[in-house]
């Protein structure tokens, strides 16, 4: 009889790899550029109450609460989509965003020609997370102890 030798087991962070250098600059060029979008263009204006973003969501009928919810969810994105850690949780986390704005657009705004651009969006974080699984894999390890 032969004794079969112990195998070790597979760690999750052993399994994810890093990106090229080509790809890590190009992927913090996209999170830096989508980083500065949510934080000035996206989440400033609802949280300092722009018109626009109000009347916004005084259509989508859920109260302003939502609006200050919806600009801290996305000042949150930006900001974890510059800290390397956070890049892949970011990403994960602004793709549900993204998905849920999709469906706020048609089905509450009634503006399902807008809808394509938050699932653009969408898939870019999609890439990105996959991309930054590493980071993802990592805080999810950090949660688990």
Known sequence: ???????????????????????????WTVQILLALFFIIVSAAPKLLGAHAAVESFDTIGWGQWFRYFTGLVELAGGIGLLVPR???PAAVGLTITMVCAALTQV????????????LVLGVVF??????????IIAVRELLAR
């Open 107 to 118: 089905f509450l705004l009634g503006a399902a020609a807008l809808a394509p651009f938050p």
């Open 126 to 135: 999609v890439w990105i997370a996959w991309q930054r699984r590493d980071s």
């Open 1 to 27: 009889m032969t004794a079969i030798a112990p195998v070790a087991p597979i760690t999750t962070t052993a399994v994810a790899q890093r990106p090229g250098k080509k790809m890590n600059v190009a992927l």
């Open 86 to 88: 956070l890049t892949g």
